[in-house]
């Protein structure tokens, strides 16, 4: 379903309900296997990262991202999990919007493009405007 004339988040949410903002992907080895209750270990170096990964209930040691597998999907090497960002109110918005406690990898995508290493979700707006 397309909203026409809809070229950002906020007209698009009841179609998406801020699906970005409920799951992140992270890349595995493709031979890697995995199971529920699983803990994943990834090294972040990224500090926005950390950011955005805490604010998803991921725990950290160092910069050590502790990943539990609850509720997730594999394909192939990327991993995703399902866990909500606790930034997310009631009404699928942002509190942290335009804070400087928003993460920066927040920002995308948005009218200035996709980020690098920025999975578009299923019924994001933007995959559906890059995907031909
Ligand atoms: S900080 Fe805001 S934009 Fe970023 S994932 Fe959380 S709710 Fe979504
Ligand atoms: S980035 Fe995509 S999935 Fe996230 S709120 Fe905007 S349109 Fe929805």
């Known amino acids: 379903m397309m909203i026409k004339n809809c070229n950002n988040c906020l007209c698009h949410l009841k179609v ?3 699906e970005c903002c409920k799951e992140f992907s992270l890349i595995i080895p493709k031979t890697q ?3 529920k209750g699983m803990i994943i270990r990834q090294v972040i170096n990224d500090p926005d990262l950390i950011n955005y990964y805490k604010l998803h209930g991921i725990k950290f040691e160092g910069k050590i991202g502790i990943f539990k ?3 997730y999907k594999r ?3 990327i991993l995703t999990l399902y866990m909500r960002c606790n ?3 009631e ?3 942002c509190s942290l919007h335009n804070t400087n406690q928003q993460p920066k990898v927040c920002h995308y995508p948005n009218k200035k493009g996709i980020g690098a290493n920025v999975y578009l979700t299923q019924n994001c707006l933007f995959k559906k405007k890059v995907v031909k």
């Open 69 to 71: 597998l609850f509720d």
């Open 33 to 35: 296997r995995i199971y």
């Open 91 to 93: 009404q699928n918005l």
């Open 87 to 89: 930034a997310l109110t």
């Open 16 to 18: 998406c309900q801020a």
């Open 75 to 77: 394909d192939g090497e």
